[in-house]
């Protein structure tokens, strides 16, 4: 349960979420003033559930299942709350936050190892 | 999120607070009861050991009056409310005495 | 109610109706608890005097065991909590019966003697309010338990009640009407912790579950509860006191053999029946890493320190049980996730908050039709509670910095100046103006937490309580921040105030 280890299921989680509220009309017009079409809508859904996987599995990895999980659970809250704030006050940053968040969940990832 | 008949009849008024002051007295009183009975039900009949039976039937309890509660609100009328309630607290009451809850010395 | 409505309507009308009635004292649970995840922190800022000197155990527990014996030699029980890192003194409690009341003492480990440390509860109180509210501890829980029932069904109510969960999962539209603002707010604070809210409300039930649903006990036990937790592996079996009086080892004798048997040191040792032939000491280890709340344990004969047993293995369904008790109360959260569970318990608070704001704001009056005395209690119940609370904590804490040291019975000067401030700003704020009401009764606790920096540093001043004055600071700048929005709303709509007067202020 190290630091380095929590930043990147939450790094994870909040690209994930982000895919995923792109996926909904409203928010994907709020961020490219376009609606989102049919094809995209797949994709990003799965990105984003992939995202929330990976955020999982990064979870258990570094804390085991028992402590895991709920470290996990707390991580999804934090990031869907930032995906929220973002969309509220900065939308058009969504996407760039989003896609940022994954090299630094990759730099996150060797500290996490070290442990 | 409605907050009642707006506008209605002093009589109807009244009908309703009456209604839902039985439905609250129900729920608290009555989802006690129905949780209560049942905690103490699993504790004699669920396999295992007697302290694991015991765990269990505490932790089970609180979801047990939150469903009776939630039943007592959304049942259509008052009477059928009473009567779901009534009906479980029947079956408890006789699966306790079937248990052997009730008899001098008790089960155990 | 009366008449046949779907399931749907029979939530939202429950939801509604049980938020309201339990709402403010559900706000104040909820905040006392969330600062509880930081109780020992508090603890520590509370009483400056004490450093982190690490004490030999053994030493402090049979100094301890004599200060006991002089104060109460005729106990029910004793119970000494060893020096650790996290707290350097002892803390001793004594009771004559289990039905209190507990007297406690801190002592300082190297002299035996009451440690020269100001008089203060620290973090219990805001602990302590968590689950009793200041009242005598059997109706303060009750009372806590009842609110707790109804936020779950409040909770489940709630989950029917909202249609569009993925849809609205993102949603904040702070563009719009104040309402679907305010309604906004509730969503997404209470869906995006929903597994927190319904965890934490579950698990303090369960944390009580023994004085709320004695009749599993009362069923297999014939309500001998003792004797379910030592067969459940929760405490290790007790025995009747013989009833004449019997020599006793030192206590370090019996933690030094604790210490030898385990290879650790205990957290606490607790005696029973002290000066009974029959009288008995049990050590208390730290939980093993997990989730899980089982503390192992040994009792030893207080007389010749022999083994008299220990804990039993828990078996799947205790073990579930006290998951869920370990998870109410987070001691296994290192501080990144304590941090987490700490800004859920803060999102559990703003659920409840903008959901009393919610209610008011639904019911203004659409015109300039005067209000209702329901609607004008409700608003001024909720800034009294929602602004004035946060006063009285900062009361609470500039008050154990603010008043002198040598003080006759500062601990209940300190609660007192916590209730008092809370009452007077929520008078306060029932007089402001109107639109103002908001920023104004948000800004004064917010001015009151940023002065805690600034007094701690004048008054005790030093290096290691500058994370505690930065979180006080922090916490501050969040409260001047809601008033600022509150502000913003309030002063927008302030030039037609004429016309729109009461739309929308809560």
């Known amino acids: ?115 | 999120m409605s907050a009642g008949p707006v506008g209605a009849r002093t009589g109807s008024m009244r009908a309703y607070r009456l209604a839902v002051a039985g439905r609250v007295l129900m729920a608290g009183i009555g989802g006690y009861a129905v949780a209560a009975l049942a905690s103490a039900l699993l504790a004699l009949i669920l396999p295992g050991a007697r302290a694991e039976a015991v765990s269990a039937a505490l932790v089970a309890s609180f979801a047990i009056m939150a469903a009776a509660v939630v039943w007592v609100f959304a049942a259509p009328t008052l009477g059928r409310a009473a009567l779901g309630l009534g009906f479980a607290t029947a079956v408890l009451i006789a699966a306790l005495w079937l248990a052997g809850a009730f008899q001098p010395g008790g089960a155990a | 109610m009366s008449r046949p409505r779907s399931f749907r309507q029979s939530m939202a009308w429950l939801h509604t109706w049980s938020g309201l009635v339990v709402g403010w004292v559900l706000f104040a649970i909820f905040v006392t608890g969330t600062a509880s995840y930081y109780r020992t922190e508090v603890s520590h800022w509370m009483r400056p005097e004490l450093t982190d000197a690490q004490a030999d155990p053994v030493a402090a527990a049979t100094r301890a065991g004599a200060f006991l014996q002089r104060t109460m030699p005729d106990a029910a029980g004793w119970s000494v909590m060893l020096p650790s890192a996290g707290s350097p003194a002892v803390t001793v409690y004594w009771w004559r019966s289990f039905a209190g009341p507990f007297h406690h003492a801190l002592l300082d480990p190297v002299t035996g003697e009451r440690a020269a440390v100001r008089d203060t509860q620290g973090g219990d109180f805001l602990y302590r309010f968590h689950y009793e509210l200041n009242l005598p501890p059997m109706w303060g829980r009750w009372i806590v338990s009842a609110c707790a029932m109804i936020l779950l069904i409040a909770l489940i109510s709630g989950i029917v009640t909202h249609r569009r969960i993925f849809v609205d999962f993102f949603t904040f539209r702070r563009d719009r009407s104040a309402q679907r603002g305010w309604l906004d707010a509730h969503n997404v604070m209470g869906v995006l912790a929903l597994p927190f809210h319904l965890m934490i409300v579950y698990t303090g039930l369960v944390t009580l579950s023994a004085m709320l649903m004695p009749w599993a006990v009362k069923a297999a036990y014939h309500g001998d509860l003792l004797r379910y937790y030592a067969d459940a592996g929760i405490m290790v079996a007790g025995r009747p006191p013989a009833g004449h009086p019997g020599p006793a080892m030192p206590l370090g004798e019996i933690v030094a053999r604790a210490m030898a048997a385990t290879g650790e040191t205990p957290e606490l040792v607790m005696v029973s029946n002290p000066g009974d032939a029959a009288a008995s000491v049990t050590a208390y280890f730290e939980e093993p890493p997990g989730l899980a709340h089982l503390h192992p344990q040994i009792a030893y004969d207080a007389a010749t320190g022999a083994e008299l047993g220990r804990v039993g293995e828990a078996g799947a369904a205790t073990r579930t049980g006290a998951v869920m008790v370990g998870l109410h109360e987070a001691h296994f959260a290192a501080a990144p996730l304590r941090f987490l569970f700490f800004l859920c318990g803060l999102m559990g608070a703003a659920t409840v908050a903008t959901g009393l704001v919610l209610w008011s704001v639904a019911r203004a009056p659409k015109n300039a039709a005067p209000e209702g005395l329901g609607l004008h209690l409700v608003r001024i119940l909720n800034l009294g509670t929602i602004a004035g609370l946060p006063a009285g904590l900062a009361a609470y804490f500039l008050a154990n910095r603010l008043l002198p040291v040598p003080l006759d019975a500062r601990a209940e000067w300190e609660i007192g100046a916590f209730f008092a401030v809370w009452v007077l700003a929520a008078l306060a704020s029932a007089l402001y103006p109107r639109p103002l009401a908001w920023p104004m009764a948000l800004a004064v606790p917010g001015l009151a937490f940023l002065a805690i920096p600034g007094v701690d540093a004048l008054t005790v001043g030093e290096v290691r309580f500058v994370g505690f004055d930065l979180a006080m600071a922090a916490v501050g700048l969040l409260l001047l921040g809601a008033a600022r929005l509150a502000g913003r709303r309030a002063l927008a709509r302030y030039p037609v105030r004429t016309r729109l007067h009461g739309t929308a202020e809560a």
């Open chain 1, 1 to 115: 349960m190290t630091v380095p280890a929590l930043i990147l299921s939450l790094l994870l989680a909040f690209s994930g979420f982000s895919a995923l509220a792109l996926s909904l009309d409203r928010h994907h017009r709020a961020v490219f003033r376009s609606p989102v079409s049919q094809a995209r809508i797949g994709s990003l859904r799965a990105a984003g559930w992939s995202g929330l996987g990976l955020s999982f599995a990064a979870a258990v990895t570094f804390a085991g299942w028992s402590f895991g999980p709920v470290q996990w659970i707390g991580a999804l809250t934090g990031a869907a709350l930032a995906v929220v704030a973002l969309i509220a006050y900065r939308p058009t940053s969504l996407r760039a936050a989003a896609l940022a968040a994954l090299p630094l969940a990759a730099l996150t990832l060797p500290l996490a190892l070290m442990r």
